[in-house]
């Protein structure tokens, strides 16, 4: 599959800010686009798809995600809401009263298989896990190559022994939310170097990931066995990204951290006033974003960014502003 790319260079799917318009981009570039999914709706997700289709005929992506139901309980739902609570009032705001699982797992989401059964994208991934296995029976029957994003050798076992069809190695430098299986399981915290290494005897392509902002960092990964490269930070900046205006002001201060207080999963933003809260209590995913969310719009309507999800790797200082086509060029191995 990556023979067909004039880049081996992957845009990484990021829920909120890639969209269609940045996966054309990188596409009519020769690098392979991916449309994020996992915070729309089936309808929106088929919007979306079509969106990319009317823009370009080159193969792209689309990926999902796979996490295990919030676990429910009410009483540490509760503690998280008092313990953002004086963060509300710093702007005059009230938390809300109980939190949603506002980001349905594709598990068990028949509405969005069907639509992706329906416009066959080439590429389907997965994250936080992976499908149940009648939903990846239908995804192959389809003509959908799956990906998966490990963070360890178990994980990366568990998905070829699933049948998928290529491996994303998420090293722990990488932006945004960490593809771990179980977010209270061991984390090794391996490198995409060293995960790419650990995942090859696997057989299958895989592809590395985390702070690769540039070619010298794209040829070493593919000098050591990687099949392509796979960027999201260094996209942020460009004019086709949705990156909110202080979201790139904030990239070139490049301090990030890893975090569960925005989300309940942890996922690695750019040091802000968010990251600075103990996150040892909050609320399983998706339900500390819920609350999440509500204290960012509580804080803006006051015009303060500060606890906006500002996902980003640690190669974030050397993000460029440019558009996405010289950025697949610049990186490309």
Same mark, same amino acid.
């Given at each position: 599959?990556?023979?067909?790319?004039?880049?081996?260079?992957?845009?990484?799917?990021?829920?909120?800010?890639?969209?269609?318009?940045?996966?054309?981009?990188?596409?009519?570039?020769?690098?392979?686009?991916?449309?994020?999914?996992? #915070?729309? @709706?089936?309808?929106?997700?088929?919007?979306?798809?079509?969106?990319?289709?009317?823009?370009?005929?080159?193969?792209?992506?689309?990926?999902?995600?796979?996490?295990?139901?919030?676990?429910?309980?009410?009483?540490?739902?509760?503690?998280?809401?008092?313990?953002?609570? !004086?963060?509300?009032?710093?702007?005059?705001?009230?938390?809300?009263?109980?939190?949603?699982?506002?980001?349905?797992?594709?598990?068990?989401?028949?509405?969005?298989?069907?639509?992706?059964?329906?416009?066959? !994208?080439?590429?389907?991934?997965?994250?936080?896990?992976?499908?149940?296995?009648?939903?990846?029976?239908?995804?192959?029957?389809?003509?959908?190559?799956?990906?998966?994003? !490990?963070?360890?050798?178990?994980?990366?076992?568990? %998905?070829? @022994?699933?049948?998928?069809?290529?491996?994303?190695?998420?090293?722990?430098?990488?932006?945004?939310?960490?593809?771990?299986? &179980?977010? &209270?399981?061991?984390?090794?915290?391996?490198?995409?170097?060293?995960?790419?290494?650990?995942?090859?005897?696997?057989?299958?392509?895989?592809?590395?990931?985390?702070?690769?902002? @540039?070619?010298?960092?794209?040829?070493?990964?593919?000098?050591?066995?990687?099949?392509?490269?796979?960027?999201?930070?260094?996209?942020?900046?460009?004019?086709?990204?949705?990156?909110?205006? !202080?979201?790139?002001?904030?990239?070139?201060?490049?301090?990030?951290?890893?975090?569960?207080?925005?989300?309940?999963?942890?996922?690695?933003?750019?040091?802000?006033?968010?990251?600075?809260? &103990?996150?040892?209590?909050?609320?399983?995913?998706?339900?500390?974003?819920?609350?999440?969310?509500?204290?960012?719009? #509580?804080?803006?309507?006051?015009? @303060?960014?500060?606890?906006?999800?500002?996902?980003?790797?640690?190669?974030?200082?050397?993000?460029?502003?440019?558009?996405?086509?010289?950025?697949?060029?610049? %990186?490309?191995?």
């Amino acid at each position: 599959m990556f023979d067909q790319l004039a880049h081996r260079v992957v845009q990484a799917p990021m829920a909120g800010t890639s969209t269609p318009e940045l996966a054309v981009a990188v596409c009519k570039a020769g690098g392979l686009g991916f449309v994020a999914l996992g #915070a729309l @709706d089936a309808e929106g997700a088929g919007s979306a798809i079509r969106v990319v289709r009317q823009g370009t005929d080159r193969v792209f992506g689309v990926n999902l995600f796979c996490h295990a139901p919030a676990v429910r309980d009410a009483e540490r739902e509760a503690g998280w809401i008092e313990r953002l609570r !004086p963060e509300f009032q710093r702007f005059g705001a009230t938390p809300p009263a109980t939190l949603s699982e506002i980001y349905p797992s594709f598990r068990g989401n028949d509405a969005m298989l069907s639509v992706l059964l329906a416009e066959r !994208p080439a590429i389907v991934g997965c994250h936080f896990g992976l499908p149940t296995p009648d939903q990846i029976a239908a995804l192959k029957g389809a003509g959908c190559l799956l990906w998966a994003t !490990p963070t360890s050798l178990a994980e990366g076992q568990a %998905i070829r @022994d699933a049948g998928f069809d290529a491996i994303v190695a998420q090293g722990y430098e990488a932006g945004g939310h960490r593809g771990i299986f &179980d977010p &209270d399981g061991p984390d090794e915290r391996l490198d995409h170097a060293a995960l790419v290494r650990a995942l090859l005897p696997l057989g299958l392509p895989v592809v590395a990931a985390g702070a690769i902002m @540039d070619r010298a960092a794209a040829r070493a990964a593919v000098e050591a066995g990687a099949s392509a490269v796979q960027c999201g930070t260094a996209f942020l900046r460009a004019p086709e990204a949705a990156t909110s205006a !202080p979201h790139r002001a904030a990239l070139s201060g490049g301090r990030t951290a890893m975090t569960r207080a925005i989300s309940g999963r942890p996922a690695r933003c750019l040091v802000n006033d968010f990251t600075a809260i &103990d996150d040892g209590e909050a609320a399983d995913y998706p339900l500390a974003y819920d609350i999440g969310k509500a204290l960012n719009a #509580a804080a803006l309507a006051q015009g @303060d960014s500060g606890y906006g999800a500002f996902w980003a790797g640690t190669g974030a200082a050397a993000s460029v502003a440019r558009p996405a086509a010289e950025t697949v060029l610049a %990186i490309s191995p």
